[in-house]
């Protein structure tokens, strides 16, 4: 008998926790699947240099999860049935369903166009390796003088616009901000920001709020027409929309909504973590969406599965942040220190030191992937079987 465990989505999240269970649990007493539609890990966090024509080391899961008894499956997810806990994929074989005892929701998110008109059509997004690979096409044919417009004043927008001026000097880059360019940042964390951009000659369109995309503009609320022979949308991420669809309690926005250890309030045999998850951090505050608060989520549904399981000590660990990482090209950074709920203080790293730790920190949140225990020791315990019954039965009576 095993105890099946099914890990939908192989992006930081997904990867992790199937990757921490393995190293939690005996492997003879559970089987592991990861279902993801691509065969490598994506470095989220590092599209907008995709686009920009870089190429990043390839990180096959046939070689990631070698050995670890995680069993991955290539394929794309159609649907949950949370009653009748399965899965409905489609792959090379067809469509077909996958029964699991424990799931774990890792489907992340993707671009979210706001519903303005035209942005479907006409703007490109690098929130997928897909979207990223695109926009590295077009932006190829591009001549000199012609203009990119990057909509969106986050982190995603200021690092693609000032990767994309870096890479491409000969071309009209600007950026559409809907609120002031970094007013999330302390002061000196925007004046350093705008030194960039000016150095950069990135034009800054500040409380622009985009309400349409045409093929060769963008027009704003006040109807100011900018030319955009590409427009980059980086206005906000919209969760996957297969919880919704759902007998899951989700968020309006269509977010698992999870206790502390991430299981979900309305079904205990379904974890969400990363995007995916609403969860509260320091502040009683919802932990925005992000690299830095989804791998914290997924060593914490991973330690909680192998307690529950084994009879162990569940987690209490609290997420919280400590700094906000932004790359303004290969050469420039910017390192803003906040609270634990994600307010800037005065400290900030800026320069070349802060490129390098930015690159330190992306390679590191990689390198956690293949390593999800952080290369610390760990030791396969047994699976309780009245426990792993327990938690049936729970889900039975609700």
């Known amino acids: 008998m095993q105890h099946r465990i099914v890990v939908l989505g192989a992006g930081y999240t997904g990867a992790v926790a199937a990757g921490r269970l393995a190293k939690r649990l005996h492997r003879e007493d559970v089987a592991i699947t990861l ?11 590092r599209m907008h ?57 890792a489907l992340g998110s993707r671009w979210n166009a706001q519903g303005v008109p035209g942005t ?42 000032t990767e994309i001026a870096e890479a491409r000097p000969d071309l009209d880059v600007a950026l559409a901000a809907r609120d002031g360019l970094g007013d999330w940042l302390s002061p000196k964390g925007r004046e350093h920001l705008r030194k960039v951009f000016g150095k950069l000659g990135i034009t800054a369109y500040e409380h622009a709020a985009v309400t349409g995309v045409e093929a060769d503009r963008v027009t704003t609320a006040d109807g100011t027409a900018i030319p955009a022979a590409v427009t980059v949308w980086t ?8 919880a919704k669809a759902t007998a899951l309690e989700v968020t309006g926005s269509g977010q698992i909504v999870v206790d502390g250890t991430m299981r979900s309030v309305s079904h205990p045999d379904v974890y969400a973590i990363g995007d995916a998850a609403m969860v509260m951090g320091p502040g009683d505050k919802p932990l925005r969406m992000s690299c830095a608060s989804g791998t914290p989520t997924a060593w914490q549904a991973a330690d909680a599965i192998a307690a529950r399981l084994t009879g162990g000590k569940l987690p209490n660990v609290s997420i919280r ?3 906000q990482c932004i790359s303004l090209g290969r050469k420039e950074g910017l390192i803003q220190y906040v609270t634990a709920d994600d307010r800037a203080v005065q400290a900030v790293l800026t320069g070349r030191l802060a490129a390098v730790y930015k ?40």
């Open 321 to 323: 942040y400590f700094n």
């Open 235 to 242: 206005a906000g991420f919209a969760v996957h929309p297969i």
């Open 35 to 45: 279902v993801n539609a691509e065969p490598d890990f994506v470095e989220r966090v």
């Open 120 to 161: 479907a059509e006409h703007a490109h997004e690098i929130a997928s390796r897909p979207g990223a690979l695109r926009l590295r096409e077009r932006l190829a044919r591009l001549d000199a003088g012609q203009s990119v417009v990057v909509v969106g004043g986050g982190l995603t927008g200021v690092e693609a616009a």
């Open 49 to 105: 240099q995709v686009a920009t024509g870089q190429d990043l080391k390839p990180r096959p899961f046939s070689e990631m999860f070698a050995g670890t008894g995680v069993e991955v499956r290539l394929a794309q997810v159609t649907g949950v049935d949370v009653d009748r806990k399965t899965v409905a994929v489609i792959d090379a074989n067809g469509a077909g369903q996958l029964p699991y005892d424990t799931l774990v929701y």
């Open 359 to 398: 690159e330190l920190i992306c390679k590191s949140a990689a390198w956690g992937v293949a390593n999800p225990t952080l290369g610390l020791p760990t030791r396969r315990r047994r699976v309780t079987w009245e426990r792993a019954a327990a938690g049936s039965a729970v889900k039975a009576s609700a």
